[in-house]
């Protein structure tokens, strides 16, 4: 590659005015030369290839004299000269070629009068060897960035840097050019040498031999009636690291130790640009409730590794009321199935709001002690864990001011009609501290007889009655109980002035530490 200077080579009037030397004794010598004039000044030319230059001599009139200059490298090494005169073309031509990285100059002399043309040689390419395209995680290698000449052979002495694109991929020691395969993935390495010249060079990282297989997680988790959960099985190598290849993972199996409770299936997901990636994924998809473990095995080129045995828990509750209708805050019997779970949270939700009053359960009967709301029919749910049963209905037969524990108190007497609450439940400040559940008045009220009692290891309980919305639980700005809150006394009596009739928040806060079992009981009265 040859490159010329446009400032020097389109305007020759000027460079020949800059590129040359007048004798002040010319005048003495009969008209000989005074000046010599070249076609660069300053000139580019890669390492191996040539670039032409002219010079002629002119008198003092200007006029082109038929002798011709002699014409002489000064820096053999970097650069050679080699005449090349076109006659009848007036002048001296010459090649000027790069021998070696570096700066040079070429001597044009007519007797005393001379003049230099400065060179800069280049190379032509740079190009990075030692590094093998494809590299598995873990693998070092040292790279060599070489600059070439315009003929493709070495140029010694050129400064070169070298750089990675992506160093979480492939990370490279600056001093001594040693690069690491971290992980899986595309890295550009750079090389920078003078004059804006680079190479690159593509490595693809590949995980290292697969040695084990895992699923993402260590449970599918709780699932439905046909809920599904989905994880990822990883083929890893020594380290660890995944191995993602599609030319390592060839084929998995997977199976469940209960299809009647859950089945599983795998799938195979190929991405990346070209495909070059695979993954793995195992689904398994509820059936009935239970529990049922998921197994299998991946097969590589390196050979088939199984992974553990994983477990899905399917949570599948189904209820029946045995009383499907009752007065509020009454004590109800829900029959079914699959109720209970380690580890998974049991709700009853009338309405999808939870009651806090959960006064007994097996993994076949809840007993539960309705909330107050307003007559008529109210949705009834089991959640465990989250997972939904069926709905079923329970009628609340009565107004909370209708509803009179007085036999002979009749609903439409002016009277005032009272009702007794009984709410049990249970709780532990580091898990659930704070018990919320809800009622309903229709008339202006308040709660009389008011005792709070609890058993376990709570140092204090406390109640607090208010609108519902006019908190966030916890906040303890709002509240129309006369408990006193910093008491530790058990039991702790107090009592409500509800107001206008309106929907209610019962809210149970607990403090210490472990479980706690607790017994709220009180009247509630119409003024």
């Known amino acids: 590659m ?8 389109t305007a020759a009037l000027l ?13 003495l010598r009969g008209g000989g030369a005074v000046e010599i004039q070249t076609s660069f000044s300053y000139v580019q030319v890669n390492v191996a290839d040539s670039v032409a230059v002219t010079a002629v001599e002119k008198d003092a009139q200007g006029d082109i004299l038929v002798e011709l200059p002699e014409v002489t490298s000064l820096d053999p090494t970097v650069l050679a000269v080699t005449i090349s005169d076109v006659p009848p073309n007036p002048g001296r031509r010459f090649y000027v070629k790069g021998l070696t990285y570096g700066i040079g100059k070429v001597l044009i002399a007519a007797g005393d009068v001379t003049d230099t043309v400065t060179v800069q040689t280049w190379p ?10 494809t590299l598995r995680s873990d693998a070092t290698a040292t790279a060599t960035p070489t600059a070439l000449d315009a003929a493709g052979a070495p140029v010694a002495g050129v400064p070169i840097t070298l750089a990675t694109g992506d160093a979480a991929v492939l990370q490279l020691n600056a001093a001594t050019n040693v690069v690491t395969a971290l992980k899986a993935g595309l890295s550009t390495l750079t090389a920078t040498g003078p004059n804006e010249l680079t190479g690159t060079f593509l490595v693809r990282v ?18 439905g009636a046909a809920g599904t959960s989905k994880l990822e099985l990883k083929v890893l190598d020594a380290q660890g690291n995944q191995n993602t290849s599609i030319s390592e993972i060839t084929s998995v199996a997977v199976s469940s130790s209960n299809p009647g409770i859950a089945t599983v299936a795998a799938t195979v997901v190929d991405t990346a640009a070209g495909g070059t990636e695979r993954h793995v994924f195992v689904t398994a998809t509820g059936v009935a409730g239970g529990t049922a473990n998921v197994s299998g095995s991946v097969t ?5 590794f199984p992974f553990a045995a994983t477990p899905v828990i399917v949570l599948a509750p189904v209820i029946t009321v045995s009383a499907p209708s009752s007065l509020p805050a009454a004590v109800i019997t829900i029959n079914g199935a699959g109720f209970t779970s380690a580890g998974y949270r049991t709700l009853v939700l009338v309405d999808s709001a939870p009651v806090g009053n959960i006064t007994s359960m097996s993994a076949t009967q809840i007993t539960a002690q309705m909330p107050t709301l307003l007559a008529g029919a109210h949705s009834l749910r089991v959640s465990v864990g989250g997972v939904l049963s069926n709905t079923d209905t329970w009628t609340q037969t009565a107004n909370f001011n209708e509803a009179s524990t007085e036999p002979n108190d009749a609903p439409a007497q002016a009277a005032p009609i009272s009702a007794s609450f009984n709410f049990n439940g249970s709780a532990d400040e580091t898990t659930d501290p704070i018990d919320l559940f809800e009622f309903t008045t229709t008339a202006d009220s308040l709660i009389t007889g008011m005792t709070l009692s609890w058993s376990g290891a709570s ?17 303890y700005t709002v509240d129309n109980c006369k408990f006193a809150l910093s008491s530790t006394r058990n039991p702790e009596t107090g009592s409500c002035q ?30």
């Open 15 to 27: 460079v020949f005015g800059l590129g040359c030397v007048k004798d002040p004794t010319a005048s």
């Open 300 to 304: 590589t080129v390196s050979g088939t």
């Open 459 to 475: 140092i204090d309980i406390d109640v607090l009655i208010y609108p519902k919305g006019a908190q966030q639980p916890g906040t």
């Open 2 to 9: 040859k490159r010329e200077l446009l400032g020097f080579a």
């Open 498 to 527: 509800l107001g206008a009739a309106g929907v209610y928040t019962v809210e149970i806060d607990h403090f210490g530490s472990g479980p706690t079992t607790y017994t709220l009981k009180g009247t509630l009265r119409t003024k």
């Open 124 to 133: 032509a390419s740079i190009t990075i060897t030692g590094v093998p395209d």
């Open 206 to 223: 590949v995980s290292a031999v697969p040695a084990s297989a895992a699923l993402s997680g260590t449970t599918f988790g709780a699932v």
